[in-house]
Structure formats: structure tokens, C-alpha cells
């Protein structure tokens, strides 16, 4: 045949087949998850520690000890050579291997290959076979598959910084559950111990902070719990102010306050807002120091890198408190607030509260100090006050500051210098409380200035620190160390300062 001939023929052969209808012939293949009835259950989390079968009874955060156990099969009529699995979590991949093939109808029931390090918090699981699309399928929508679990988060220790990078996509997997998920996926941590030691501690505070002005991250508290599938379920309180702001919640811990205050720990969820999961962020827990007498100043306190929350407590008595947070840290926005227990909170309470109840300074001035002025009318109660670390900006300062709490009107009196210290007594007395006690000091001196019982045993400080020369006031409340009003009787006002020691009767009427 001439070239001719053979040019033409190929010709037809290829406008033939463009024209012939194409039919491909899938074969019978159908990969999809197994819900087994044995040790695997469907697509399951097991600690190393977990001998049982079935469900698992305890998952371990923050340690190499995760395996996840998994089934799958092939419901349809041909067999198939090789399968690929990928284990993902929070939709980030944990693992990816091709494993054996499958014959006709077959299901396996397999396990990762290695132990997994999976964060304490609540976290989506998901399998999906032949993810590539190698294989063609007669059904391609039944390949993926998610279970959602809970990982018990480690302890954190009081008054020390904690930097964690990554935070879970809140919705990963979601779409492929096999059940509602009763909360979005979270980073998880569990808060110290709040108890009372001696005064200090009726308050707790846990707080994060993003690490860049542009993260966004939200803070829920939850009960301390080691179920795999009820922890960081329902939360107990929620805090969402917004992009690169400190989220912090105090935590009522006497349970004689009457609302809903309970010692122990709590867990904490936290939660991606917006942006990408590579976030990073500082998360930090304290308790309250009780502050006793007023007038009060803290001296010089620091929160360090990665810190944000100084918390205190004082029984408000006087009408006209002054509380003012000198900041001696330019460049480092600082914030307070003072917070009342209320009926109806469970014990709980954001900024969102504490700014919203109208008892806060939050001037947005960096290194610029924060009052709260008087007059300001509220009940004789115990209040917790708070300084934070306003945002992301300040997290990896070290801030410091001076708390101050005022009673105006008593201090330094005026007049000529004193020639000679001494006591003056308490005025009035006998006293229903307060009663104001003044002393006077020919030079500057440390006064410890206590009020005893008949027994001589303490039951008051009222004045302790340095004070210059002059006359001087002090106001005494008429309550014990413990804040709670002292029964009426005799009592003794035992001033030492200035070389002198004196000591006098006084009389509580109630």
C-alpha cells in the first residue's frame, strides 16, 4: 500500500473514534468505613494504658500514648490491589499509608501504625480511604468518616506562663460525624487547684493571650473531666472580647458566698475565633491575695513575659475607697477592674462583666496609670480586683505596677511636725465600727500598728510599713483578719513606731 494509502486509513480510524461514544467500564469496587462490633468500634482512639475493649475508658493528652484503631471494607464485587488510608485530626493528617488489598466483600479491622501525641482538649478524628482518588469507584461519597473525642489535658501550676503554638480548626471533620458534636474541637489545659490558703484564694483567675495582635482566640471553662466523650462538653462560661485582647475568667471558689462558688480545678477550652491554626498563645492561672488593712499599697509587683493577670481581694466597708494602679512600665497597657459576687453568675465572671458592671478602668494608654475614683456606692462585701495585661501587644513585656487602695480623708494630717511620737488612741470609743486610730511620728518610721484580743492573741493589723513624719490616720473596720466582723467587747490597740510602744484599751459595741 502506497504512504498515501496509509495516511488516509489513519485518517478515518481516529475521525471514527472521535465520534464513537466512549464506554468505560468501572469495576465493582466500594471503599467505605466498617462499623465493626469487636475491639475497634467504628474509628476509635486507644490509650497504651487501655487494656479493654470497646470504647476507649481514658485518653491521656500531651503524651506519645495514642493509637487509633479503625475498620474498613470493600462492599462491592471485584477485588482490589492496594488500599490508602489517612488518619487526620482536626483535619490536619496523622498518618497515610497504603495497606494490603481487599477481596470482594471483605472488611478489615486495622490500627495506626505508630503512637500518636494528641493535646489535651476535645478533638476530631477522621478516616478517609483511597483520599488520592487512585481508585474508581462505583460509589465515591462514602470514603471519609469522623469521630469526635476527648483528650484529658495536663495540670497548669499557679503563677507561671504557659506557651502553646496551634490551635485545632473548630470545625474539622464536623461534616462526616457520625454524631452531632456537643462542642467544637479546642485546645485543652486544666487550671490549679483553687483553695483557700489561710485568706488568700476565695478567687481563681485563668487567662490567654495571642501571641500576635492579629490572633483571635476564645477562652471557655468547663468542669474538670476525664470521659472521652462528656469532657469539654457544655461550658461553663465563655469569653470572646475579640482579635489580640486578653480573655480572662475569675472564678468564685467559696462555696460560703452564696453564689455558686466552688473550690477545685476547671477545665479550659480554647477555641479558635478566626484565622489560621498555627496561632500561638500564653495561657496563665492565679489566685487572690487578700488585702488586709486598708489603706493598702501593694509596693512593686511585676508581671513578667507570658504572665497577665494579677488578682487580689478586700472587704469593701468605707463608701469612698480609692483604688488606683500606678503603672511603672511605659509602653505596656495595663488595665483594672473590681468585681462583686452576684446572684445568678454560678461563680463566674469575664471582662465582658467586669467592664460592662461600670467598676473598671480601661483607659487604652499605655503606661498610663488606671483609677477607679470615688465616690462609687456598694454594698460591705468582698470584692476580688484585677490587673491584666490588656492585649497582645503587652504579652511579652514584663509590666510594672503599684496597687493602691485609698481611704481619703485619713492619712497624714496636717499641722506642726509632732516633737515626739506616741499613740493617740482610737476615736470614737467605745465604737459600733469604724473607729479611725492616730498616731504621730517625729521622724519617718516603720509603724506596726495590730489590734488584740483579752488573750493578747491578734486579731487585726491595721497599719504595717513605713510612714513619714507627722500626724496620721488610720481606719480600722471593725473586722478580724479574715474580714469578718469581730464580736463586740474589749479589745487592745497596740501601736509600736518611732521608738515607742503603746498600748490601749478600745471597746466594740455592736
Same mark, same amino acid.
Given at each position: 500500500?502506497?504512504?498515501?494509502?496509509?495516511?488516509?486509513?489513519?485518517?478515518?480510524?481516529?475521525?471514527?473514534?472521535?465520534?464513537?461514544?466512549?464506554?468505560?467500564?468501572?469495576?465493582? #469496587?466500594?471503599?467505605?468505613?466498617?462499623?465493626?462490633?469487636?475491639? *475497634?468500634?467504628?474509628?476509635?482512639?486507644?490509650?497504651?494504658?487501655?487494656?479493654?475493649?470497646?470504647?476507649?475508658?481514658?485518653?491521656? %493528652?500531651?503524651?506519645?500514648?495514642?493509637?487509633?484503631?479503625?475498620?474498613?471494607?470493600?462492599?462491592?464485587?471485584?477485588?482490589?490491589?492496594?488500599?490508602? +488510608?489517612?488518619?487526620?485530626?482536626?483535619?490536619?493528617?496523622?498518618?497515610?499509608?497504603?495497606?494490603?488489598?481487599?477481596?470482594?466483600?471483605?472488611?478489615?479491622?486495622?490500627?495506626?501504625? =505508630?503512637?500518636?501525641?494528641? &493535646?489535651?482538649?476535645?478533638? +476530631?478524628?477522621?478516616?478517609?480511604?483511597?483520599?488520592?482518588?487512585?481508585?474508581?469507584? +462505583?460509589?465515591?461519597?462514602?470514603?471519609?468518616?469522623?469521630?469526635?473525642?476527648?483528650?484529658?489535658? %495536663?495540670?497548669?501550676?499557679?503563677?507561671?506562663?504557659?506557651?502553646?503554638?496551634?490551635?485545632?480548626?473548630?470545625?474539622?471533620?464536623?461534616?462526616?460525624?457520625?454524631?452531632?458534636?456537643?462542642?467544637?474541637?479546642?485546645?485543652?489545659? &486544666?487550671?490549679?487547684?483553687?483553695?483557700? #490558703?489561710?485568706?488568700?484564694?476565695?478567687?481563681? $483567675?485563668?487567662?490567654?493571650?495571642?501571641?500576635?495582635?492579629?490572633?483571635?482566640?476564645?477562652?471557655?471553662?468547663?468542669?474538670?473531666?476525664?470521659?472521652?466523650?462528656?469532657?469539654? =462538653?457544655?461550658?461553663?462560661?465563655?469569653?470572646?472580647?475579640?482579635?489580640?485582647?486578653?480573655?480572662?475568667?475569675?472564678?468564685?471558689?467559696?462555696?460560703?458566698?452564696?453564689?455558686?462558688?466552688?473550690?477545685?480545678?476547671?477545665?479550659?477550652? #480554647?477555641?479558635?475565633?478566626? %484565622?489560621?491554626?498555627?496561632?500561638?498563645?500564653?495561657?496563665?492561672?492565679?489566685?487572690?491575695?487578700?488585702?488586709?488593712?486598708?489603706?493598702?499599697?501593694?509596693?512593686?509587683?511585676?508581671?513578667?513575659?507570658?504572665?497577665?493577670? =494579677?488578682?487580689?481581694?478586700?472587704?469593701?466597708?468605707?463608701?469612698?475607697?480609692?483604688?488606683?494602679?500606678?503603672?511603672?512600665?511605659?509602653?505596656?497597657?495595663?488595665?483594672?477592674?473590681?468585681?462583686?459576687?452576684?446572684?445568678?453568675?454560678?461563680?463566674?465572671? +469575664?471582662?465582658?462583666?467586669?467592664?460592662?458592671?461600670?467598676?473598671?478602668?480601661?483607659?487604652?494608654?499605655? %503606661?498610663?496609670?488606671?483609677?477607679?475614683?470615688?465616690?462609687?456606692?456598694?454594698?460591705?462585701?468582698?470584692?476580688?480586683?484585677?490587673?491584666?495585661?490588656?492585649?497582645? $501587644?503587652?504579652?511579652?513585656?514584663?509590666?510594672?505596677?503599684?496597687?493602691?487602695?485609698?481611704?481619703?480623708?485619713?492619712?497624714?494630717?496636717?499641722?506642726?511636725?509632732?516633737?515626739?511620737?506616741?499613740?493617740?488612741?482610737?476615736?470614737?470609743?467605745?465604737?459600733?465600727?469604724?473607729?479611725?486610730?492616730?498616731?504621730?511620728?517625729?521622724?519617718?518610721?516603720?509603724?506596726?500598728? =495590730?489590734?488584740?484580743?483579752?488573750?493578747? &492573741?491578734?486579731?487585726?493589723?491595721?497599719?504595717?510599713?513605713?510612714?513619714?513624719?507627722?500626724?496620721?490616720?488610720?481606719?480600722?473596720?471593725?473586722?478580724?483578719?479574715?474580714?469578718?466582723?469581730?464580736?463586740?467587747?474589749?479589745?487592745?490597740?497596740?501601736?509600736?513606731?518611732?521608738?515607742?510602744?503603746? *498600748?490601749?484599751?478600745?471597746?466594740?459595741?455592736?
Amino acid at each position: 500500500m502506497r504512504p498515501a494509502a496509509h495516511a488516509l486509513l489513519a485518517a478515518n480510524l481516529v475521525a471514527a473514534l472521535l465520534v464513537a461514544p466512549v464506554v468505560a467500564s468501572a469495576a465493582d #469496587v466500594d471503599l467505605q468505613p466498617w462499623v465493626t462490633q469487636s475491639t *475497634t468500634l467504628d474509628l476509635v482512639p486507644k490509650d497504651a494504658l487501655d487494656s479493654t475493649t470497646g470504647l476507649p475508658t481514658r485518653l491521656r %493528652g500531651g503524651l506519645v500514648t495514642t493509637r487509633v484503631f479503625f475498620g474498613y471494607r470493600n462492599d462491592g464485587a471485584d477485588s482490589v490491589a492496594g488500599v490508602r +488510608t489517612r488518619l487526620l485530626l482536626d483535619g490536619s493528617t496523622l498518618a497515610d499509608e497504603v495497606r494490603g488489598g481487599l477481596a470482594p466483600l471483605q472488611a478489615v479491622e486495622s490500627v495506626s501504625s =505508630a503512637m500518636h501525641n494528641v &493535646r489535651g482538649g476535645r478533638h +476530631t478524628l477522621t478516616m478517609q480511604l483511597d483520599p488520592l482518588g487512585a481508585l474508581l469507584e +462505583t460509589n465515591e461519597t462514602n470514603n471519609e468518616h469522623s469521630t469526635q473525642w476527648a483528650w484529658e489535658p %495536663g495540670v497548669m501550676a499557679l503563677d507561671s506562663a504557659y506557651a502553646r503554638s496551634g490551635v485545632p480548626s473548630p470545625t474539622a471533620g464536623s461534616a462526616s460525624l457520625n454524631v452531632p458534636a456537643p462542642f467544637v474541637n479546642c485546645d485543652g489545659l &486544666r487550671s490549679p487547684d483553687f483553695r483557700t #490558703v489561710e485568706n488568700d484564694g476565695f478567687w481563681g $483567675a485563668v487567662a490567654i493571650c495571642p501571641a500576635s495582635v492579629g490572633g483571635n482566640l476564645d477562652l471557655a471553662l468547663f468542669a474538670p473531666s476525664s470521659s472521652v466523650t462528656g469532657a469539654f =462538653a457544655v461550658p461553663l462560661e465563655q469569653s470572646s472580647l475579640g482579635a489580640g485582647l486578653t480573655e480572662v475568667v475569675l472564678v468564685d471558689t467559696d462555696p460560703a458566698g452564696g453564689q455558686g462558688g466552688l473550690p477545685g480545678r476547671r477545665d479550659l477550652g #480554647v477555641v479558635l475565633s478566626a %484565622g489560621p491554626t498555627s496561632q500561638s498563645y500564653a495561657a496563665f492561672a492565679t489566685r487572690s491575695e487578700y488585702i488586709n488593712p486598708l489603706p493598702f499599697d501593694s509596693g512593686d509587683r511585676a508581671l513578667g513575659p507570658g504572665e497577665t493577670v =494579677a488578682l487580689f481581694e478586700y472587704y469593701h466597708g468605707p463608701p469612698n475607697v480609692q483604688i488606683v494602679l500606678d503603672n511603672h512600665t511605659g509602653g505596656v497597657d495595663l488595665n483594672l477592674a473590681i468585681v462583686r459576687r452576684l446572684p445568678g453568675q454560678g461563680g463566674y465572671y +469575664t471582662l465582658q462583666d467586669m467592664i460592662a458592671n461600670g467598676l473598671s478602668s480601661t483607659s487604652g494608654v499605655p %503606661g498610663g496609670d488606671e483609677v477607679i475614683p470615688t465616690p462609687f456606692d456598694l454594698p460591705n462585701d468582698f470584692y476580688a480586683v484585677l490587673v491584666w495585661k490588656n492585649s497582645a $501587644a503587652s504579652l511579652g513585656a514584663t509590666a510594672r505596677f503599684a496597687l493602691r487602695m485609698l481611704l481619703p480623708g485619713l492619712g497624714v494630717e496636717g499641722g506642726a511636725l509632732p516633737v515626739a511620737s506616741g499613740f493617740l488612741g482610737a476615736s470614737p470609743n467605745p465604737a459600733r465600727s469604724p473607729t479611725t486610730l492616730r498616731f504621730e511620728l517625729a521622724r519617718e518610721s516603720l509603724v506596726e500598728l =495590730a489590734v488584740h484580743d483579752l488573750s493578747g &492573741r491578734r486579731v487585726a493589723r491595721v497599719a504595717s510599713g513605713v510612714y513619714g513624719a507627722g500626724r496620721h490616720a488610720v481606719e480600722w473596720n471593725g473586722r478580724g483578719a479574715d474580714g469578718r466582723e469581730l464580736p463586740g467587747g474589749l479589745y487592745f490597740a497596740r501601736f509600736e513606731g518611732g521608738g515607742v510602744a503603746v *498600748t490601749r484599751k478600745m471597746t466594740l459595741v455592736r
